[in-house]
DNA sequence: TGAATTTTGTGATTTTTGACGCAGGTTTGT
DNA sequence: ACAAACCTGCGTCAAAAATCACAAAATTCA
């Protein structure tokens, strides 16, 4: 919770009543590794703050699973799609270690965003956050040829290959396990 | 003017005193062909909301300009990244034919924000669509092969041929002029 | 209108990437 | 601790797409 606190005011301006309101919103949950926050087909009523651990949000296409985005310490997660329209979610999302979560409810945040002004802000915060890093990853896949991809990836997540595997990275990226595989045994 | 009313309204709520607040935030504008909305590196100060024509959003890469959207009738353009942190902006947005736009000001809206609620919920709803939008494109680069996603084009937005031209379609779906153009051979 | 520029279509060639199979290593769960 | 599942590396092969080159068509603009 503390962390998510400290996050927001290193973020933007919020006084103690404020974060009492929000407070209301908010659940701490763990989740196993494994273990899904978000199901396929379910409609989307939370985002989630990632205060330890790391998750995968991954479209399944017949039995293959897409991944579209890693979530680590720090960053929120949801599906804005379905979140906002209360659609069924094309895809799922899944702790992929053991991890801390805090989880906002939808329907209490929006009755917060009425109460107060600084966490209205914080919502479209959290909206930009959101757009910017799917913008760049985004971004990457036109400007950048998969190895340079790759090479950015490491360059700006160390520790990204610690802690999500070839595969997993490759599908991220767009790209067969074997290809990854042959860049980074180029690359040394 | 009339056209934006119209499409806040069938969103969101807007009673007639909170479209009178963000009025104060509007301009209207007219761009001619291929004049420019955001330059290269400049901070980006404003949201635009299209009201006829069309925009075109791309990366300039050493003199090869590759495009990331376009912009067509009542959606909503900018540079989120910039706009939010106050950064330059990375890429350019140019009107693609002679174009109508509603320009937002950014900090007349933040003014606006803290004067109505449903402003706000407004500028989260703007937020929203910008994110759905980029999060459809994105997802159709690892989901789809590239001839898939020509269809998928086409078969969600019949007219973008008509009004794009091939060079700059095959740099919207990220593959080389020669292979759209044989695609959209062998498709009829 | 007519020349200049840009856009498009198609063929030949090369490069890149994906698919498949397989073997050895590591992790997981019971 | 052990079996099962998963991950990784490496080879060959095939498919897809990029690149190059050039001619034809369309558009722009003075």
Redesign the pocket.
Known sequence: MNNLKRYIESLTDLSEQGWEVLSYCLTERLFK??EILLKEGEICNSIYFVSSGVCRSFYNQDGKEINTAFYFENEFTTNIKSLRASTRSEYIIKAHEKTRAVVIDKFKLLDAYKQSHQIETFGRMVLELIVAKQEEHSGSFKLL???ERFNALVSQHPDFLQRV????TASYL??????L?RF??KKK
């Open positions: 590794k494994n040829t998969p190895m595997s070839l595969t997993q767009g790209i067969s396990r074997e290809t595989s980074r045994a």
